[in-house]
């Protein structure tokens, strides 16, 4: 296993960067997320690389970087089902442009979904060609969790491949999303002790067991986010903690910022726990 910047090696510790994904102020746009972050006293944003046209324009995104002073921490590659046309259609293609973009915005993460079923090509060679693009670029390609999708009666759909857990593939960088440790109905924590030093990029949100990938508010629904937290702090985790939340139901802009400032407030206070020796 390749070393993992994480989960440092030399005995000092270090405070965690904390970051809003840009999908946390959805329906606002790219450009608001890297304002409000920047107001509200968060270390950095994830841009998720997908709907507004902001998102998918690096040297736009380096201006919004530069005019608010905020590091861009990580880029969600557009390998959702709705961005299967962001960035053209080849999947190794949007992964080289990934990296690119973090280049250039000096983000050091890529965070990846594992690929669907139907693309069979990409998915044969997807362990592999991932930990060759970490070896090419030097940027780290952190694979997600994600969840079996479910049908009629709750019968399951078989969507991914290699599959929607990524804990038996051998990839060395892997992104933990409570909500959707939630919606496959896992618990965080089992996958946080069963991940080790693999787990690098934390999306921290929370869910409630339904098909629909809620993404709460951290503390409102059934990961035990705070556990979480200072769990991953007892141990010495260093990796970039990311907001991604749902706060299109939230209302008024008013209500958004201050939903996110509590959460950027319990993520801190969390994460204060003390490192054991």
């Known amino acids: 296993m390749n070393a993992n910047p994480a989960?440092?090696?030399?005995?000092?510790?270090?405070a965690n960067r904390i970051g809003l994904s840009t999908s946390s102020v959805y329906p606002e746009s790219t450009g608001s997320c890297f304002e409000l972050a920047g107001r509200l006293g968060y270390d950095g944003v994830e841009v998720m690389v997908g709907i507004d046209p902001i998102s998918r324009d690096v040297d736009a995104l380096v201006q919004l970087q530069e005019y608010h002073d905020i590091e861009v921490l990580a880029i969600h590659a557009p390998t959702l089902l709705v961005t299967q046309g962001t960035w053209g259609n080849d999947p190794?293609?949007?992964?080289?442009?990934s990296a690119v973009a973090a280049h250039r915005l000096g983000a050091g993460t890529v965070v990846v979904h594992p690929p669907f079923r139907w693309q069979r090509s990409y998915a044969q060679g997807f362990v592999d060609g991932i930990r060759r693009l970490e070896r090419s670029t030097g940027i780290i390609f952190a694979v997600e969790n994600m969840y079996p999708w479910r049908?009629?009666?709750?019968?399951?759909?078989?969507?991914?491949s290699p599959g929607w857990d990524p804990t038996?593939?051998?990839?060395d960088h892997?992104?933990?999303d409570l909500s959707h440790a939630s919606t496959a109905r896992q618990h965080s924590l089992d996958l946080v002790n069963a991940w080790g030093q693999r787990l690098t990029h934390l999306h921290l949100t929370d869910g409630d067991g339904s098909f629909a990938d809620s993404h709460l508010l951290p503390g409102d629904g059934d990961q035990d986010a705070?556990?979480?937290?200072?769990?991953?702090a007892s141990r010495g985790f260093a990796g970039d903690v990311v907001i991604e939340v749902n706060t299109r139901t939230i209302g008024s802009r008013s209500a958004r910022e201050e939903a996110l400032a509590k959460v950027l407030a319990f993520t801190r206070e969390a994460l204060a726990v003390p490192v054991r020796p």
């Open 226 to 232: 705070h556990r979480v937290l200072t769990t991953l």
């Open 151 to 160: 049908g009629p009666r709750g019968t399951e759909v078989r969507a991914y």
């Open 92 to 97: 190794w293609d949007k992964l080289e442009r």
């Open 174 to 176: 892997l992104t933990l």
């Open 7 to 14: 989960w440092p090696t030399d005995g000092v510790a270090r």
């Open 168 to 171: 038996e593939r051998d990839y």
